[in-house]
């Protein structure tokens, strides 16, 4: 069986079995990482009169507050690899 599904990031549409699952700790793990926000969403938001910066804070808040897995597509766990190799080391 073969099912379509949405990048929780870029919103971009998948076959499942593509993509990767990431729990919602994970995510905040990789939050922490500078991963996760797209730009497709703050542009969502900007567009509607909100400002960049407050349009990062309300994905941030929302985004920190979800509690179920998260669907990356390929490119997002790409990134998310990258984002988690790149900034791991350096505290
Ligand atoms: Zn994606």
Redesign the pocket.
């Known amino acids: 069986m073969n099912m379509d599904m949405i990048?929780?990031?870029?919103?971009?549409v998948?076959s499942h079995n593509l993509?990767k699952i990431v729990s919602a700790k994970d995510f905040k793990t990789l939050m922490t990482q500078g991963f996760g926000i797209?730009k497709t969403n703050i542009e969502m938001l900007t567009s509607s009169g909100i400002s960049q910066d407050e349009a990062i804070n309300i994905l941030k808040q929302q985004y920190a507050t979800s509690t179920t897995d998260w669907f990356?597509?390929?490119?997002?766990?790409i990134?998310a690899t990258e984002a988690m190799r790149g900034n791991g080391s350096t505290s």
Do not use: A, F
């Open positions: 990048c929780d990031v870029c919103n971009t998948v993509g797209h990356l597509c390929p490119q997002c766990e990134e």
